[in-house]
């Protein structure tokens, strides 16, 4: 089978094409640009973009979402925690304007505490109106925030539904959720 984003197969596009067409990944393990500072990962995200003021604009946005950042706007991304690394990850991604979120396991290595915020910043993205694609291993916390379900086992997708429903499903909360 293939993907397709917009009705055109993803295979041998171009990632800057894909960014051009509002479609952003924040990567498993991150994938931030140590050596820069905060600040400019930021700007690093919103390279499809001229627009100066828009551009500061949609920083201050993301600060205004991650006050931790903003605090440390001038700090090299490398010396980041990793939660700050993925908030980081994220704000960049969100820097291009997506349409479509891809986030690959965005709680993985995290403190609980920060595994609530990077949900919480999900959540608040989600009501924004950006289609998050969520690939996650807490089942918990993934369907909580999700519309639609899906699990896979083995690289195939054994079930599908309404995630809130899903949640309760006796299958799922054995399997998935430690309950049953």
Same mark, same amino acid.
């Given at each position: 089978?293939?993907?397709?984003?917009l009705?055109?197969?993803?295979k041998?596009?171009?990632?800057?094409?894909?960014?051009?067409?509002?479609?952003?990944?924040?990567p498993?393990?991150?994938?931030?640009?140590t050596?820069?500072?905060?600040h400019?990962?930021?700007?690093?995200?919103?390279?499809?973009?001229?627009d100066?003021?828009?551009?500061a604009?949609?920083?201050?946005?993301?600060?205004?979402?991650?006050p931790?950042?903003?605090?440390?706007?001038?700090?090299?991304?490398?010396?980041?925690?990793?939660?700050?690394? #993925?908030?980081?990850?994220?704000?960049?991604?969100l820097m291009?304007?997506?349409?479509?979120?891809?986030?690959?396991?965005?709680?993985?290595?995290?403190?609980?505490?920060?595994?609530?915020?990077?949900?919480?910043?999900?959540?608040n993205?989600?009501? #924004?109106?950006?289609?998050?694609?969520?690939?996650?291993?807490?089942a918990?916390l993934a369907?909580?925030?999700?519309?639609?379900?899906?699990?896979?086992e083995?690289?195939?997708?054994?079930?599908?539904?309404n995630a809130?429903?899903?949640l309760?499903d006796?299958?799922?909360?054995?399997?998935?959720l430690?309950?049953g």
């Open positions: 089978g293939h993907i397709s984003y009705g055109q197969p993803l041998g596009q171009s990632s800057f094409n894909l960014v051009q067409q509002k479609l952003a990944m924040v498993e393990g991150r994938g931030v640009f050596r820069m500072s905060i400019e990962n930021l700007l690093m995200g919103a390279y499809t973009s001229d100066k003021q828009q551009i604009q949609d920083i201050e946005h993301w600060f205004s979402v991650f931790r950042l903003k605090e440390r706007a001038s700090q090299m991304a490398g010396t980041l925690s990793g939660g700050e690394q #993925q908030m980081l990850a994220m704000a960049r991604a291009s304007h997506p349409k479509l979120l891809l986030l690959d396991e965005p709680s993985m290595g995290l403190s609980p505490i920060m595994v609530e915020k990077i949900f919480e910043v999900i959540r993205v989600s009501a #924004q109106g950006i289609t998050i694609l969520l690939v996650e291993q807490n918990k369907l909580e925030a999700a519309h639609r379900g899906y699990v896979m083995s690289g195939l997708i054994t079930m599908t539904g809130k429903e899903m309760n006796p299958r799922v909360k054995a399997a998935y430690g309950e």
